[in-house]
């Protein structure tokens, strides 16, 4: 008879740089205050990578996290996943340098742009690998040194985005928990509300820009805001209808991590209390695709997490990309 398999997290990880900057650093760098930055984002602090420091220092150490605490030799990862917006090098990936750094030597690598909502749509791939009987144990390694992808004279920007990785390794589970369904999505069309140029970028684009900051984040903050607010609670009851499961049901909503505006409209579209809503934004910022696995390893390190409770895991990010995972927990 064959056995009924899911693919579920089985080990998480996390890694930040030593430096932190506050929003009272902030308020000698650009024309803001605490209360400003306070006020609209929840954020207080966010780490901030040395520049001598290489991102995959970073993904490593998170990953590193992930495997022990997985209890699995690192030998028995057989596929990395990366999720960045910022890497080191396009060529070789941020997958690669961490196989190397970390010595999984019988795994492929690759990596994935899907901005903030990189994890999620990493999870989908994972969980389809595994089921599929394709791969056994995998890794997702998602890290962000936005800090250098920033204008510190744009306040629009500056205050929101911090540095750090999140890693979790997603294995074969047989106990009825792991990866019940994710509901992935995108709206190409309103990609130009936030970009980051590579090697070519329209006149326009780079009009809305300072000069000699070509290559830094760019954000229609309302454009936004109105958009991440309905897609955050959209992409949770499509993900509960999908599952044929109940928001009573569910024990936390992990967000993306990008301002606490936004999670607090999403929390009432859906009626719950902000206490089911997991948030880290006062002390890390904005780490894009690294947020949801951060919080992720901060909640099981408390031991706020059981076996089998129910999570929901959102977020929506440049592209625009938008996701949504619902999470039967398996450590």
């Not at 890693?167 to 709206?187: C, F, K």
Request: charged share 25%.
């Amino acid at each position: 008879m064959t056995k009924h398999f899911k693919a579920g997290i089985i080990g998480t990880g996390s890694a930040f740089p030593e430096k932190k900057l506050t929003n009272f650093d902030l308020e000698k760098m650009v024309e803001t205050s605490d209360e400003w930055i306070s006020k609209r984002t929840g954020i207080k602090e966010r780490f901030i990578i040395d520049e001598n420091m290489p991102l995959s220092v970073l993904a490593s150490e998170a990953s590193k996290k992930a495997v022990e605490d997985a209890g699995i030799n690192v030998e028995d990862i057989d596929l990395i996943i990366a999720t960045t917006i910022t890497p080191d090098y396009l060529s070789p990936s941020l997958a690669c340098c961490v196989q190397k750094d970390i010595g999984a030597i019988n795994a492929a690598a690759f990596d994935v742009n899907a901005a903030c909502t990189g994890f999620v749509y990493a999870l989908q791939m994972a969980q389809g690998l595994i089921v599929s009987g394709i791969h056994k144990n995998i890794l997702i390694v998602s890290a962000e040194a936005l800090t250098r992808a920033v204008d510190f004279k744009d306040r629009n920007t500056c205050v929101l985005f911090g540095d750090g990785a999140g890693a979790a390794v997603i294995s074969r589970v047989e106990d009825g928990t792991g990866i019940e369904s994710v509901h992935l999505g995108a709206i190409g069309e309103m990609g130009s509300v936030l970009t980051i140029p590579c090697f070519y970028s329209t006149e326009e684009d780079r009009s809305k820009r300072g000069e000699g900051m070509d290559r830094v984040i760019w954000m229609d903050g309302s454009e936004v805001f109105v958009f991440a607010s309905r897609i955050m609670s959209d992409a949770t009851i499509s993900i509960l209808e999908k599952a044929n499961t109940h928001i009573d049901d569910i024990k936390y909503i992990f967000p993306h991590q990008a301002n606490i505006r936004i999670l607090q409209n999403a929390a009432k579209r859906l009626g719950v209390p902000m206490e089911r809503v997991y948030s880290n934004l006062e002390t890390t910022g904005n780490i894009s695709s690294a947020s949801i696995p951060v919080c992720l390893d901060e909640a099981s390190k408390k031991k706020m997490l059981q076996k089998g409770d129910k999570l929901i895991l959102v977020a929506f990010g440049g592209g625009l990309t938008y996701g949504a995972s619902l999470v039967s927990w398996s450590k």
